[in-house]
Structure formats: structure tokens, C-alpha cells
């Protein structure tokens, strides 16, 4: 059975590549000549294959040793990153991390515990950015976001998730709307009602699109809006109701503005995670404010 790569022989096969000389990176790597080129014998035996060639102006890396140096490379890195990650914690965690939330979650109690985490961690730099669903996939994807913190109903396949919030929805309306004395209402009984949709496009009008679809009707929308509270100003005007997240509506429902009305539907609850990429790619920053957004949502 052959040995696992160890940190040590990758860094020595790497100061050979770029010295081109055994004596030289041996001198480099404060080692004998004779050491060093054994342990990089070695390391031949366990892959299987010559990695270094000589040539008339030194020593050369095979294919094979070309796509090693590569990956040590990028090993290495990544071991001088979490020695520094690490050494951090001794010190009180430093770092930074950027954040994608959907609209909803920072209408929420996003803002609050970020703040509680940052109030705890002062060295730590976080940046919040407000992206849709689909943006904040993306951005985690393609690595230019750290953690983003939206509905599950998205796509995540490939990232990594942990549970945070969930809020349940609500049709809010006008006291002196017609529907507004009922315990509960259906989705279907929203539907021959003029109503305000948030954010067109986005997951919670896809998903309201797909339940009016279920019962053979479209939604019947007289006004579009791009955030909640501009929703819930025109909803307390009498200009429609809509679906809105009771966590997001209750602080508008004061002093008899809107009446807030249970969605009596399974996929009511919405449920929030933060995503993120897989362990190896996560820095120990983004895992520690994961971690704090999981048990405040606990």
C-alpha cells in the first residue's frame, strides 16, 4: 500500500522544480544533498512514476512531475492560509468575510445577527451585499462571495448548507378589507382579489405563480412593488393585499394598519440556510459566522 503525501516531501520536490538543482535546494531547504534526493526517491516509489528528469541545464520536472508541482503548490498554499487562519484564533478571530442575503432574510433578523456576531468579534470585517436567489448561488459558485444566506427553496445542489431562520407567510390587507375578519385563508381565496405583488420575478412571485397555476388561475396583480415596505404602505391604503412574510408585516400592523390574515398552505413556512462552498474552500472565518447564524436561528 503506498504512503500518503505528506506536506514535507511536496515542499522539497517543490524547491527542486524551482531551483532545477538538488544541491541547491537542499542548501535551500537547510538539508543534505544525499537526504533530500532519497526523500524525493521516495516519493517517486509511492506514485509510481518518475517525476524528475535531468537535462543538460539541471534537473527538469516530468509531465507527471508538472501536474504534482501544480497541486503542491496549491497545497502548500492552502496549508500557509489555514496555519494563518489558525493562528488567528490565538489572537481573537480576524478576517473577513462577504455575505449575499436575499431581500427577505434582511428584512428580517439578518442585520441584527450579523451585528450581534461582528459586536463579538471585532477584527472581523463582514460586507453584506442584497442579492436575489439566484445571484447569491451564483456568486457562491463562482467564489466571489463567502457565505449567502437565502430561502432553501433554491437550488443549492453543491453547496454546503446549515439550517438559520424560517418566518411563515401571511396575507396582509387593509382592517376593512373583505377577507380581513377570516381565522385563515387559502391561497385560491386571494386570487379574485386585487393584490400587490413584491418583487417580480423573484422566488416568492415564481412561487405564488406556481400555486395560482395549480388551480387553473394567475394571480390578478394590480401593482408591482421592489421592496415590502413599500408594500405594506400600499396595502394599508386600500390598494390591494398580498403575501408577505408576518415577521416582515407585524411591525406595520401597528395601530390598526393591516390586518394580518394566516396563509392556511403547507408551503407557508418558509425556511432559510446559510450556504456556502464545500469545507476546503470555506475559510475558518465564513465557517465561524455560519456556525453563530445556525444557533441564532436556533
Known amino acids: 500500500m503506498t504512503r500518503?503525501?505528506?506536506?514535507?516531501?511536496?515542499?522539497?520536490?517543490?524547491?527542486?522544480?524551482?531551483?532545477?538543482?538538488?544541491?541547491?535546494?537542499?542548501?535551500?531547504?537547510?538539508?543534505?544533498?544525499?537526504?533530500?534526493?532519497?526523500?524525493?526517491?521516495?516519493?517517486?516509489a509511492d506514485v509510481g512514476t518518475p517525476l524528475l528528469v535531468r537535462r543538460r541545464r539541471g534537473i527538469a520536472p516530468t509531465p507527471a512531475g508538472e501536474a504534482l508541482l501544480a497541486r503542491a503548490r496549491e497545497i502548500l498554499g492552502d496549508l500557509d492560509r489555514l496555519r494563518g487562519e489558525l493562528g488567528a484564533f490565538g489572537q481573537g478571530i480576524q478576517g473577513s468575510v462577504r455575505m449575499l442575503a436575499s431581500p427577505s432574510v434582511l428584512a428580517e433578523q439578518l442585520p441584527d445577527d450579523v451585528a450581534?456576531?461582528?459586536?463579538?468579534?471585532?477584527?472581523?470585517?463582514?460586507?453584506?451585499?442584497?442579492?436575489?436567489?439566484?445571484?447569491?448561488?451564483?456568486?457562491?459558485?463562482?467564489?466571489?462571495?463567502?457565505?449567502?444566506?437565502?430561502?432553501?427553496?433554491?437550488?443549492?445542489?453543491?453547496?454546503?448548507?446549515?439550517?438559520?431562520?424560517?418566518?411563515?407567510?401571511?396575507?396582509?390587507?387593509?382592517?376593512?378589507?373583505?377577507?380581513?375578519?377570516?381565522?385563515?385563508?387559502r391561497y385560491a381565496d386571494t386570487l379574485d382579489q386585487a393584490s400587490v405583488c413584491v418583487a417580480p420575478g423573484g422566488t416568492m412571485d415564481q412561487l405564488l405563480r406556481r400555486q395560482a397555476a395549480l388551480v387553473g388561475r394567475l394571480p390578478s396583480h394590480r401593482i408591482q412593488v421592489s421592496s415590502m415596505d413599500a408594500a405594506c404602505r400600499?396595502?394599508?391604503?386600500?390598494?390591494?393585499?398580498?403575501?408577505?412574510?408576518?415577521?416582515?408585516?407585524?411591525?406595520?400592523?401597528?395601530?390598526?394598519?393591516?390586518?394580518?390574515?394566516?396563509?392556511?398552505?403547507?408551503?407557508?413556512?418558509?425556511?432559510?440556510?446559510?450556504?456556502?462552498?464545500?469545507?476546503?474552500l470555506r475559510s475558518a472565518t465564513a465557517r465561524l459566522l455560519a456556525e453563530f447564524l445556525q444557533a441564532a436561528g436556533a
Open 234 to 280: 400600499i396595502i394599508a391604503a386600500g390598494l390591494g393585499l398580498a403575501i408577505l412574510p408576518r415577521e416582515v408585516a407585524v411591525p406595520h400592523a401597528g395601530a390598526g394598519r393591516l390586518a394580518l390574515v394566516t396563509l392556511a398552505e403547507s408551503w407557508a413556512v418558509r425556511r432559510f440556510v446559510v450556504a456556502s462552498r464545500p469545507a476546503p
Open 4 to 44: 500518503p503525501l505528506d506536506p514535507i516531501s511536496l515542499q522539497l520536490f517543490v524547491a527542486v522544480c524551482e531551483e532545477g538543482s538538488i544541491a541547491r535546494a537542499a542548501e535551500r531547504e537547510a538539508l543534505v544533498a544525499s537526504a533530500l534526493s532519497k526523500r524525493i526517491g521516495a516519493l517517486e
Open 116 to 185: 450581534a456576531f461582528m459586536a463579538g468579534h471585532p477584527a472581523v470585517r463582514v460586507s453584506l451585499d442584497e442579492r436575489t436567489s439566484p445571484d447569491i448561488v451564483r456568486g457562491l459558485h463562482e467564489g466571489t462571495a463567502d457565505l449567502g444566506v437565502l430561502w432553501d427553496l433554491a437550488d443549492l445542489s453543491g453547496l454546503h448548507t446549515v439550517p438559520y431562520r424560517a418566518d411563515r407567510l401571511c396575507v396582509a390587507m387593509a382592517p376593512n378589507h373583505a377577507l380581513a375578519r377570516r381565522a385563515s385563508l
